[in-house]
């Protein structure tokens, strides 16, 4: 397999994934956030097959993706192993979780890229998926924050909210 096969192979299934969260999570809000992240990782997929027909020649076969597990493939036995229904703050550390992974691994891969197009590739996922990472990252502190402020309120300076 090819990094960028790899790759798609990973935003379908990532897509597939928040679309699962977000049909578990219909009848709350979270479902919203979890369509926006389905809608994202479609769009990666979209950038991806369009740049592979473009481009680029002879993809070479990278040996680093049989060491590398897809982010995704794990996440129905994760889920059901924390609840059948993950809650808002769950659903969102186990995202951030993936968005990582996600980040480190297109990383490593823009890393071994040998060709141009292939490194914009890569270079453009990592920074779409740290967006991602970020978002959620921001979601979390902001339910946390007043959890951490009610119980921190009497002990003394806390961040800036």
Not at 112 to 117: F, I, K, L, R, Y
Not at 123 to 151: F, R, T
Request: proline content about 1%.
């Amino acid at each position: 397999m090819n990094a960028l096969d790899f790759a798609l192979k990973m935003e379908l299934d990532g897509e597939n994934y928040y679309k699962e969260l977000s049909e578990k999570n219909k009848d709350n809000s979270l479902h919203v956030v979890f369509d926006v992240l389905a809608e994202e990782e479609e769009y990666h997929y979209k950038f991806i097959k369009e740049k592979i027909s473009k481009s680029m020649g002879d993809l070479k076969r990278n040996k680093a993706l049989g060491e590398s597990r897809n982010v995704f493939d794990m996440s129905s036995k994760i889920i059901s192993e924390i609840k059948a229904t993950p809650d808002q703050m769950d659903a969102y550390v186990l995202a951030l979780g993936f968005e990582k992974k996600s980040v480190e691994l297109y990383g490593k891969l823009l890393a071994e890229a040998t060709n141009d197009d292939d490194k914009r590739i890569f270079e453009a996922l990592v920074k779409e998926e740290q967006c991602h990472y970020n978002l959620i990252e921001d979601m979390i502190d902001i339910l946390i924050k007043p959890k951490d402020w009610v119980e921190a309120a009497e002990f003394g300076i806390t961040k800036e909210y």
